[in-house]
């Protein structure tokens, strides 16, 4: 029997530009309340990413405290880091451990562990970190966290990493570990998490649904031949989507089109900021061939036209989950947070979407 496509919300925790101290807070706590609505009408899991120095665009710079108070106002979602960045100053693996470990304790089993690298030059250079030597601190990492949460003492040598022997606590309570996520932003990276045997966290970032098919489907041929990093396969797919609904597609794209376009302009900009440091290229040629489109003529009815964005009326977004379920996702992830957008439209949104999307999965 085909298992339905589960509904999740991935976090930015964006805020608008020049926010006071108490509008701050008082943005934190009105995306916590989100959640918990969001739980109570049917959706499964809460994401959050980890970012540092991107004012407005992402104040998540501690995920381990946003998700814990996450988790202590839910009982069922699963809380999951999306991702925790694992090159080192980011965090090291052995306060990372002992953070996550702590936080599938109080949420009773709750955790799901993704990772990442970084991929900003704000952020790695905010931290001094050489972009090139970040996917072998990434997997090195990973692998002392996984030690530490499943041997009775840890100890490691390593290249990025010497840890001597010590007892850590506590240890998660899902064993032998919480489940292990990988992000994926090229079609590289899908095959490596296929072969470390990670589940595959993905976007549908200026991707169309065809070329999110292809990527997903070169991870599912991998992952048959996993030797995976951890101590099980996870081979789970979920995929990230900015997301709205309201009762007329007219209204929905009024409430939507201004946060989705300047997420994706905002989100494409971090990602090829590194690229001329990298020797490839400015920006703006890796755009073009990021995207497939000139940079002036990537619209909003562009990203529609692709089926890029889940925006709309029920109707609608019943249509684009099915899609999705059917080139095999497992999760989707609702992006529905935009850092100006009235808290009350995005709870009008995950309410209308828990009572007339959810159910047509169930």
């Known amino acids: 029997m085909e298992i339905a ?10 805020m608008p530009f020049g926010i006071s101290r108490e509008d701050e807070s008082r943005h934190f706590l009105e995306m916590q309340e989100q959640i918990k609505f969001a739980e109570s009408v ?43 960045l694992l090159p080192y100053p980011y965090n090291h693996p052995i306060r990372a451990a002992e953070q996550a470990a702590t936080l599938d304790l109080l949420s009773q089993g709750r955790l799901e562990f993704g990772t990442g690298r970084s991929a900003t030059l704000a952020e790695l250079g905010g ?13 090195e990492s990973l692998e002392l966290i996984l030690k530490a949460w499943t041997e009775p003492v840890v100890e490691h040598s390593g290249k990025y990493f010497n840890q001597p022997p010590r007892t850590m606590v506590p240890k998660p309570l899902q064993t032998p570990h919480p489940p292990l996520w990988m992000s994926c932003t090229s079609a590289e990276s899908h095959e490596i998490a296929g072969r470390l045997g990670l589940g595959l966290l993905s976007f549908t970032l200026a991707l169309s649904i065809e070329e999110l ?17 951890g101590k099980y396969v996870n081979n789970q797919t979920a995929v990230f989507a900015m997301t709205h609904c309201a009762p007329t597609m007219e209204l929905a794209r009024e409430r939507a089109e201004a ?8 989100q494409i900009e971090l990602l090829t900021s590194l690229l001329p440091i990298m020797g490839d290229g400015s920006s703006y040629e890796h755009y073009q061939r990021f995207v497939g489109v000139d940079y002036d003529k990537f619209t909003y009815d562009y990203l529609d036209s692709k089926d890029m964005i889940v925006v709309g ?29 009235p808290h009350e439209h995005t709870m009008d949104s995950i309410r209308l979407f828990g009572e007339e999307v959810i159910p047509a999965f169930s």
């Not at 496509?5 to 964006?14: H, I, P, T």
């Not at 098919?213 to 990093?229: E, G, V």
């Not at 946060?259 to 905002?266: F, I, S």
């Open 5 to 14: 496509v589960e509904f999740g919300l991935l976090y930015e925790w964006q």
């Open 42 to 84: 049917g959706f499964k899991s809460i994401f959050s990413v980890e970012h540092h120095f991107l004012e407005s665009f992402s104040h998540a710079s501690a995920p381990e405290v946003l998700l814990t108070w996450a988790a202590a106002n839910t009982t069922t979602m699963r809380i999951g880091h999306g991702v925790r």
């Open 127 to 139: 931290f001094n970190i050489d972009p090139k030597e970040t996917r072998g601190m990434w997997e």
């Open 213 to 229: 098919a292809r990527r997903i489907q070169l991870y599912r041929d991998t992952i048959k031949n996993a030797t995976p990093i």
């Open 259 to 266: 946060g989705v376009m300047r997420y994706q302009h905002d």
């Open 313 to 341: 009326d029920p109707e609608r977004c019943i249509k684009m989950a099915k899609h999705y379920e059917a080139i095999g996702v497992d999760r989707l992830l609702c992006f529905m947070q935009y850092k100006d957008m």
